[in-house]
């Protein structure tokens, strides 16, 4: 119940592509959703948050999707760059965050 | 002005040996963990600390001590330390409640 599921593990982009990267969760107390960033050898970085209350947040070329009814949410990335690769991590949290199993993204130009 | 800041960056050390990693933040932050980073990059909470109070104790070896001396200051000590305890140890801190958290760039333990 504490896990929450992501997918793909890897994923490759061409430069201006749209890259998605899903997951799921089963515990319906989790009431928050953040999306981290990690380039090698630094620490995750917040990219983006939702809360249940809404289905979508946009922030530049980055948009998560939220489906409360499904338990999933899905972070969208537009005209994927270079320099976006890195490795993401969904995220869920009631007391505690919970981390998905992580998604690497290489982005060719 | 690094925000939340660990020390060393590399630790190598043999089977058996003790070791400690240090923590600081300067966000003004109530709450401090300790996260575990495996080689599969699977992001793990090992402990939190709230205002210097242990909140959050995930199913960790004994081995693992956390010490708080401030709400600044978040150390990790480990004693007798293992091959599988190689891995990547994070130091994050935020405000209390859902808020986002802060990393610091990790500390990789090495176990020989």
Not at chain 1, 80 to 94: L, N, V, W
Not at chain 2, 67 to 73: L, M
Request: hydrophobic share 35%; with cysteine; glycine share 6%.
């Amino acid at each position: 119940q504490q896990q929450v599921k992501q997918s793909p593990q890897s994923l490759i982009v061409q430069k201006g592509g749209i890259s998605i990267i899903n997951c799921a969760y089963e515990n319906t107390a989790f009431d928050y959703f953040p999306w981290y960033q990690q380039f090698p050898g630094k620490g995750p970085a917040l990219l983006i948050a939702i809360r249940p209350d809404v289905s979508e947040k946009k922030e530049g070329r980055f948009t998560i999707s939220f489906n409360k009814s499904a338990k999933q949410f899905s972070l969208h990335i537009m005209d994927s760059q270079p320099g976006d690769s890195a490795t993401y991590f969904c995220a869920a949290s009631s007391n505690k965050l919970i981390f998905g199993t992580g998604t690497r993204l290489q982005v060719f130009p | 002005d690094t925000a939340v800041s660990q020390t060393p960056k590399y630790l190598v050390t043999q089977m058996g040996n003790d070791k400690s990693i240090k923590c600081e933040q300067n966000l003004g932050h109530d709450t401090m963990y300790w996260y575990k980073q495996d080689s599969k990059k699977f992001l793990k909470i090992m402990f939190s600390y709230n205002n210097k109070e242990l909140i959050i104790n995930e199913t960790v070896p004994n081995r693992f001590s956390p010490k708080s001396p401030d709400k600044a200051h978040l150390n990790l000590h480990i004693n007798s330390l293992e091959l599988g305890d190689s891995a990547v140890y994070f130091c994050a801190s935020s405000q209390a409640g859902n808020s986002p958290l802060h990393f610091g760039n990790g500390t990789r333990l090495t176990v020989t």
